[in-house]
């Protein structure tokens, strides 16, 4: 089964828009690990936000924000006034300790971001 | 500070060839990580190691093979290497911990099976 979903496969916004990517996991474990990667054109992975599941603060980092839910086991990504730079695969990822905390990751946003 | 290095960055394979996808680290985490990134599929778990000695399987751990003889390495083994194999290869580290559980990956291995 599905752990991880990111019902969005694709986004297209233009520029200075507000964007916001969903993420919905599934786990029994009560400590588990959520995480935002960012996957440019180039290929590699760029660590965003990890968040732990006994904090549900939510975090902001400039244009970016992350909205942490137990309540509806989602984390959700926004993305505040849009840069073409933003263009990327989003994946969010769950980590659990029964499983070697290994990464399970949604199949990805792809956002688009034109001029 | 190497970090993750994954060796080779790009690969060709003819089909039935075998080879290994070589990963090393050198931030003595015990946790390893073997993924495969096919487009529209995110990234899927191959195996996982939880310390030297110790792997097991994720969600597509057929025609794959590892092992875990020190800390630092954790190769990827492909038997008899098949089209369906063709894809990009990522290996990872985590950092565990109640404050600071983070993942580091390689910069991945181009693998194309014809």
Known sequence: AQKVTQAQTEISVVEKEDVTLDCVYETRDTTYYLFWYKQPPSGELVFLIRRNSFDEQNEISGRYSWNFQKSTSSFNFTITASQVVDSAVYFCALSEENSGYALNFGKGTSLLVTP | ?114
């Not at chain 2, 995110?42 to 025609?63: C, F, K, M, W």
């Open chain 2, 1 to 114: 500070n190497a970090g993750v290095t994954q060796t080779p960055k790009f690969q060709v394979l003819k089909t039935g060839q075998s080879m290994t996808l070589q990963c090393a680290q050198d931030m003595n985490h015990e946790y390893m990580s073997w993924y495969r990134q096919d487009p529209g599929m995110g990234l899927r778990l191959i195996h996982y190691s939880v310390g030297a000695g110790i792997t097991d399987q994720g969600e597509v751990p057929n025609g794959y093979n590892v092992s875990r003889s020190t800390t630092e390495d954790f190769p990827l083994r492909l038997l008899s290497a098949a089209p369906s194999q063709t894809s990009v290869y990522f290996c990872a580290t985590i950092r565990s911990g109640a404050e600071n559980t983070e993942a580091f990956f390689g910069q991945g291995t181009r693998l194309t099976v014809v």
